[in-house]
């Protein structure tokens, strides 16, 4: 059975960061995308690249608690 990638899925196995994808695991959350190794093992994925709140914590436009970046004012 192969497995059927989309072109804005990951390649590299989403546990180690290290081996190609090479098995599927579908989870409540959706599916991970795994290497031989990791699926064989049960281990988890590591990160979400995008969570709920976007990558790295990033706000929608207006709901940031930062304040803009001025520069280092030299």
Not at 37 to 62: M, Q, T
Request: hydrophobic share 25%; with cysteine; net charge positive.
């Amino acid at each position: 059975m192969s497995i059927r990638l989309s072109p804005t899925d990951a390649r590299t196995c989403e546990a180690c960061w290290r081996s190609p994808v090479a098995a599927v695991r579908h989870t409540v959350h959706g599916r991970d995308l795994l290497c031989r190794s990791c699926a064989e093992g049960g281990c988890p994925r590591r990160v979400d690249v995008f969570p709920p709140y976007g990558i790295y914590r990033l706000h929608h436009f207006g709901t940031s608690t930062q304040g803009t970046n001025k520069g280092d004012g030299r």
